[in-house]
């Protein structure tokens, strides 16, 4: 008997010893931004570093009592009291915390990710995916938000063009086009709402609205073969009706590479030739796409090709250039030159042999443009050029505000890690694709 009560009282001393971990978090607890981080002193830096790693395992009551000893002033009290209200399930506590914490601090990034987690919660998607499309502007490769902010979108893009599809099959033509249009609001550049819409423009024979919806549909779409033909055949009809042969020779000739039997499209073609007293191009042109690294005359020769509508008159007289008389694409480099798209260099030479990079292709498109801007083209830059930094190219360098220019109306891209690769050398296929998406822009 006393064997026996002396097990049980070890068995409870041993139990009283027993310490269970939280169940951590069923939510996410971002990183304050390092950019906030770096305005914190030690002292609060320590302290929100408390927090957070309390908050992580699920500690919240250990949590608020650190927040507690913090006081209200602290940049991380408000965003960590919203992370605690989630664990309590106070939902509205928390909503009015994190937007508490962002009306202070704008950019505190674990505000914004517990409102989407919040409002996915809710089912308020729009306002989810509001959350994460912010996170996304400061930090566009951010792990954890841009997967989530993804698949959200794409559901919400879906579940729209499911939608317009049973319209159209009830017969409700207006109905379907407003949910490709709310589609739309959820991702502009989705090549299947934008390729519906532009069918429908051409019915209800709105050629503007038609142009812009299809144009964004082929800037996006490189697959989907016939849909490619029957865009370009539509666009290009558009144009010739218009009178804008310039670009209806654009399209066909892409028509006709698509489909080289089509005889309709080469027909149009030649008659548009014809008309516009357009000339075989040099057989130096046509390897222009296949070359690794281009030169300045490829350059010359591929904008003068592509924007043949706006460069047929020239702006200003045409300055000396001395090592211009052998190059193939002399009549091109004239043209651009005159149009103060590509100039020479102070000691008169042009240098077409020379091998262009990535800050010299975007020297050039900034320059084409300024230029386009000035025969009536409207380009927005799409992201704010304040908030994107460039890792390799400082903002002293000879190229910064060009290339922060081409990268804010999205022409050219930065990478994941925020590279622009300045010193890259360009190939050809990269700069017919930039220049067709400026061509894109000025429709």
Request: glycine fraction near 6%; charged fraction near 30%.
């Amino acid at each position: 008997m006393k064997r026996a009560l002396l097990a049980v009282l070890i068995l409870a001393g041993a139990w009283s010893c027993v310490t269970f971990a939280p169940a951590p978090p069923a939510f996410h607890v971002e990183e304050v931004p390092q950019s906030l981080a770096m305005r914190l002193t030690l002292d609060q830096r320590l302290a929100a570093d408390e927090v957070w790693a309390d908050l992580k395992v699920g500690r919240a009551d250990r949590a608020l009592r650190t927040l507690a000893k913090l006081g209200k002033d602290h940049p991380v009290y408000a965003v960590g009291m919203g992370f605690v209200a989630l664990t309590q399930g106070d939902l509205a506590g928390a909503e009015a915390s994190f937007k508490e914490s962002l009306a202070r601090f704008p950019d505190m990034t674990p505000a914004r990710a517990g409102l989407a987690q919040l409002y996915e919660a809710k089912g308020e998607k729009g306002l989810a995916l509001a959350e994460y499309a912010e996170i996304l502007k400061g930090d566009p490769e951010n792990r954890w938000a841009k997967p989530r902010f993804e698949a959200l979108r794409g559901q919400g893009v879906q579940a729209l063009l499911d939608e317009a599809a049973a319209d159209r099959a009830a017969g409700k033509k207006d109905e379907a086009r407003q949910a490709l249009l709310r589609a739309l609001d959820y991702d502009p550049a989705s090549t299947e709402a934008n390729y519906l819409l532009g069918l429908d423009d051409l019915e209800r024979k709105d050629d503007a609205a038609a142009v812009q919806h299809l144009s964004a549909f082929l800037a996006k779409e490189t697959g989907a073969k016939e849909r490619r033909k029957t865009v370009l055949r539509a666009l290009a009809e558009l144009s010739y009706r218009n009178q804008e042969f310039g670009r209806s020779l654009d399209d066909y000739e892409k028509l006709v590479e698509l489909d080289p039997g089509d005889k309709a499209a080469a027909a149009r073609v030649e008659e548009l030739k014809a008309k516009l007293g357009v000339f075989e191009l040099p057989s130096q042109f046509g390897i222009i796409a296949a070359q690794e690294a281009i030169t300045r005359e490829d350059l010359a020769a591929l904008v003068c090709v592509k924007f043949k509508d706006f460069l047929n008159v020239p702006e200003r007289p045409t300055e000396i250039l001395v090592d211009i008389a052998t190059s193939w694409a002399q009549k091109f480099i004239i043209r651009v030159a005159s149009a103060g798209v590509m100039g020479g260099y102070e000691n008169h030479t042009f240098q077409p042999k020379r091998i262009i990079n990535r800050a010299e292709l975007a020297e050039t498109v900034s320059a084409l443009m300024e230029f386009l801007k000035g025969r009536g083209a409207k380009f927005v830059p799409l992201l704010d050029a304040r908030k994107i930094s460039i890792a390799d190219v400082p903002p002293d360098s000879f190229y910064f505000a060009p290339i922060l220019k081409v990268v804010a109306c999205q022409v050219m891209d930065l990478t994941p890690q925020r590279m622009f690769e300045p010193e890259r050398t360009v190939a050809g296929r990269e700069a017919a694709r930039v220049l067709d998406v400026v061509l894109g822009l000025t429709r």
